[in-house]
């Protein structure tokens, strides 16, 4: 039976997998087992819930405040906010746990549920585990005064604005900067936090309808973007995606910057202040080579972690590291938060263009992107991915003919059932021609039977 939990908390088409009877389901043991592991420490608990704001977030939230009421634990309603100001206020607020209602950058039609334990940091695998094998059992329900309660927490979105302001080294005066919030959880927070800081502020994708998150606006559709900045004449914008734990960027020629260059932007700022922690940042499998190209000419030592900003997250805990994150755009700056926080990452990158008088495409320059192709196979057998011989000597064969000048990485989604494809060459043609050809091989080795 698969793992109900993937990289990024539970996710999947909403109403048909990712139902009122699961989001109770799940939000029952969750409480169960964080209680029994001592989160709660004998006092009422407490959770602060929020979500991105698509339509099936309504009925979602809903069961989930009823589990954690059900099961004892009083609910303060965040309403629609980021994924990482819930994460933030879990720790502001001292509450016992959170919960955001989210897929995050998928489609409408999807939806999901992130747990943070104390503190607002994710849940580890083993605890997730502990939730899933623990949900429909029975339990002995409290009544009367025992019940949770729920009421709306009204300064949700101040507190976070707040705190993000509070983390900048300088202000953004004289920057005009052009947002697309995609339509999502950060279409309030976002336009505000940059404001606030001084700067000039355009934005789009900023109408949410419960609809429209992620449809054609945000960080996995910057062509509207790319559009606005070069319209507006300004000097770069930035893209979240629905629940704003990503950030990346369009420079003001209308070029994307992307999370591997924004992390390294970050990186050389924070060494160059003396806060980046041993010289070290940390990434996943999945970073472009130029970017460790680009971080060993700046003597800056890059630790490589599973995909999933929760994997850099550990690593970044067990050592100590203050910067990491994903191409992808999830950036953790440790200092200020505990997860991928992407209205944080856009207002430190343009804190850096602010200090620096560089322009974002003269910052970006410090790597070079080798061309890299990411090819999504759909409809086979992911578990095969990383023992199926034969798919694994076509893998092999690849690798060789790069000859060292790229790489090859076949992997299991965990947000989604498909296997990513990437392969990164020297020349662009080369990497297309060896993507496909992967691509093929998985299909034909992994065919579902």
């Known amino acids: 039976m698969a793992r109900l939990f993937g990289t990024d908390g539970v996710r999947g088409l909403a109403n048909q997998d990712i139902t009122a009877e699961l989001a109770l389901d799940l939000a029952v043991a969750a409480a169960h087992v964080l209680g029994e592991s001592g989160e709660f420490e004998g006092h009422r608990p407490t959770a602060v819930v929020g979500t991105d704001g698509r339509a099936s977030g309504e009925f979602l939230l809903a069961a989930t405040v009823a589990g954690l009421a059900s099961a004892g634990v009083d609910v303060l309603d965040a309403g629609v906010l980021p994924t990482p100001a819930i994460a933030f206020l879990t720790a502001d607020l001292r509450a016992d746990l959170g ?6 950058h998928n489609p409408m039609p999807d939806n999901g549920i992130k747990f943070f334990a104390r503190g607002g940091h994710k849940l580890a695998d083993h605890v997730e585990d502990a939730i899933e094998a623990r949900m429909r059992e029975p339990w002995q329900r409290p009544t009367g005064a025992g019940v949770g309660r729920l009421r709306s927490l009204g300064d949700g979105l101040e507190r976070y604005v707040g705190h993000l302001i509070a983390a900048l080294p300088n202000r953004l005066d004289g920057l005009h900067v052009v947002l697309d919030t995609a339509n999502g959880a950060a279409s309030v927070a976002s336009p505000e936090a940059f404001r606030r800081a001084g700067a ?17 606006y945000g960080s996995t559709h910057l062509d509207r973007l790319c559009e606005a900045v070069l319209s507006e004449g300004a000097d770069f914008g930035v893209a979240h995606d629905g629940d704003a734990d990503r950030c990346l960027a369009v420079d003001g020629s209308g070029t994307p910057v992307d999370g591997d260059q924004i992390m390294s932007i970050l990186a050389i700022s924070l060494r160059d202040k003396g806060r980046l922690v041993s010289d070290t940042l ?8 130029g970017m460790l190209q680009a971080m060993e000419r700046s003597a800056i030592t890059v630790r490589q972690t ?4 929760r994997y850099v997250l550990e690593d970044m805990k067990s050592g100590g590291y203050a910067l990491g994150g994903e191409q992808s755009g999830h950036v953790i700056l440790l200092e200020h938060g505990t997860t991928g926080d992407g209205v944080l990452t856009g207002l430190m990158l343009a804190a850096r263009v602010a200090e620096t008088g560089r322009s974002l495409t003269e910052l970006a320059s410090v790597m070079t992107r080798l061309p890299q192709v990411l090819v999504n196979v759909r409809g086979v057998d992911t578990s095969q991915v990383d023992s199926h011989e034969a798919l694994l000597d076509d893998v092999a064969r690849a690798s060789d003919e790069l000859d060292g000048s790229g790489r090859v990485l076949l992997r299991k989604s965990g947000t989604e059932p498909l296997v990513r494809v990437m392969v990164e060459a020297a020349d662009e043609s080369q990497a297309q021609a060896v993507a496909q050809r992967l691509a093929e091989s998985v299909r034909t080795h992994l065919a579902l039977r």
Do not use: C, E, Y
Request: overall charge negative; proline content about 3%; glycine content about 12%.
């Open 306 to 309: 599973a995909v999933g900003d």
């Open 282 to 289: 940390v990434a996943t499998v999945m970073s472009n080579l």
């Open 99 to 104: 919960v955001m209602i989210s897929a995050s």
């Open 200 to 216: 000039r502020v355009s934005v789009i994708g900023a109408s949410p309808d419960g609809l429209n998150i992620n449809d054609g």
